[in-house]
C-alpha cells in the first residue's frame, strides 16, 4: 500500500538512468487536515498576494494534448496519463492559482528521451512519455508492501504525484520567461523551489505529491551512487538528485516542523532522513521562498 512517508533510498538494481532532470531547452502526522498546518500559497499575509491578477496577467490556461506515441512503452505511458488524467488534474490546479498571458500547450509525446521541459521558442510544456516508463522502474523498487495489486495503485499515485511536482517546475520556468522575472540564483534551484511552494501550500493531496516526488529523487540519488556520477554531472545547471532530495526535505519539512517532524532525524527518530542541523533553518528557508515566489508573482495570483 501507499505510504507518506519520505524514503531515504530504495534498493535499486543497477542505475536506472543518472539524469532524469528535465528542462532540456530548450505517519499518521501526515495527514492532518491542510487547514491545520500549511498556510495556503495564494492568502500568504508575508508574500503581499494581490486579490486579484492584474489585467495585464491575461486569461490564459494550460492546454493539454496527447501526441501519437512511437514506441509500445510510450502507448502504455500515454494510457496511464490519459486514465489518471495526471496532466489534466496539474492543468486545473496551476490555473487556479496563477493568471497566464495567453494559453500555454501541455504536450505528452514520444521524445527518444527521458525529460520533461519548457520551450522557450514554442512557448510550449513537453512531457515525454518516457519519463513515465523510467519513474516507474523507480517506484516500483520503493513500493514493496501489500498485494501486487496495491503496489501497482501505489506506484501509480507516486507517478501522478511526480507528474504534478515535474510541471509545476516546468512552468516555473515558463512563468519566469512569460512575464520576464528575475531570478537571482541559479533557475533550476528556484522553479523547484516554487514546485515545493505550490504542493506543500496545497491541499492534503497535494502535500503527497511533494512526498512522492521526494521519493523519486531519493530512488535516482540511489541509482546515481551504484552506477557512479560521470562528470559532467556536476557541470549540470540542475542540482545533483541527492541534493534535490534534501532541499525538498527540507522545504516541506519547512511548512510545517510540527506536521513533518517525522521527516528530521534525531535520537529519537531514527528512521528520518534530513540532518537535524539542516532541519534548524528549513522553516526560514521556506518563509522566504514563500515571501520571494509570492513577491515575484503578487501581480499574477488568481484569487482563493
Known amino acids: 500500500m501507499r505510504s507518506s512517508r519520505v524514503r531515504a533510498g530504495a534498493v535499486l538494481v ?29 492568502a500568504t499575509p508575508s508574500a503581499s498576494v494581490a486579490a486579484s491578477p492584474s489585467p495585464s496577467a491575461g486569461q490564459g490556461r494550460l492546454v493539454v494534448s496527447y501526441e501519437e506515441p512511437k514506441k509500445p512503452a510510450d502507448r502504455r505511458a500515454e494510457a496511464f496519463l490519459k ?46 512519455y518516457e519519463f513515465v516508463d523510467t519513474l516507474r522502474q523507480v517506484y516500483e523498487k520503493q513500493e514493496t508492501e501489500g498485494s501486487a495489486k496495491e503496489r501497482d495503485a501505489a506506484v501509480e499515485q507516486d507517478l501522478v504525484g511526480l507528474t504534478n511536482g515535474v510541471l509545476l517546475h516546468e512552468l516555473g520556468h515558463g512563468l519566469i520567461a512569460m512575464y520576464d522575472l528575475p ?43 551504484a552506477g557512479g556520477i560521470p562528470a559532467n554531472e556536476y557541470a549540470d545547471e540542475h542540482s545533483l538528485d541527492i541534493q534535490r532530495f534534501y532541499n525538498w526535505s527540507c522545504w516541506l519539512y519547512g511548512s510545517n516542523p510540527d506536521a513533518y517532524k517525522w521527516i528530521v532525524e534525531s535520537q529519537g527518530n531514527p528512521d528520518g532522513v534530513l540532518p537535524e542541523e539542516r532541519a534548524e533553518r528549513c522553516p526560514d528557508e521556506f518563509e522566504k521562498i514563500t515571501h520571494s515566489w509570492g513577491t515575484l508573482l503578487e501581480p499574477y495570483l488568481k484569487d482563493a
Do not use: M
Open 83 to 128: 486514465r489518471t488524467k495526471a496532466l489534466e488534474g496539474v492543468a486545473r490546479y496551476a490555473d487556479d492559482i496563477v493568471a497566464l498571458p495567453y494559453d500555454v500547450p501541455l504536450r505528452a509525446k514520444s521524445c527518444g528521451q527521458v525529460n520533461a521541459f519548457w520551450n522557450p521558442q514554442t512557448k510550449d510544456i513537453t512531457y515525454c
Open 14 to 42: 543497477g542505475a536506472v538512468v543518472t539524469a532524469v532532470t528535465g528542462c532540456s531547452s530548450g505517519s499518521d502526522d501526515a495527514t492532518t487536515k491542510t487547514e491545520d498546518v500549511v498556510r495556503p500559497f495564494k
Open 183 to 225: 531570478a537571482t540564483g541559479e533557475e533550476e534551484d528556484a522553479v523547484d523551489q516554487l514546485s515545493a511552494l505550490l504542493l506543500a501550500s496545497g491541499d492534503d493531496e497535494h502535500q503527497e505529491y511533494a512526498i512522492d516526488t521526494i521519493n523519486a529523487w531519493s530512488g535516482l540519488a540511489e541509482a546515481d551512487a
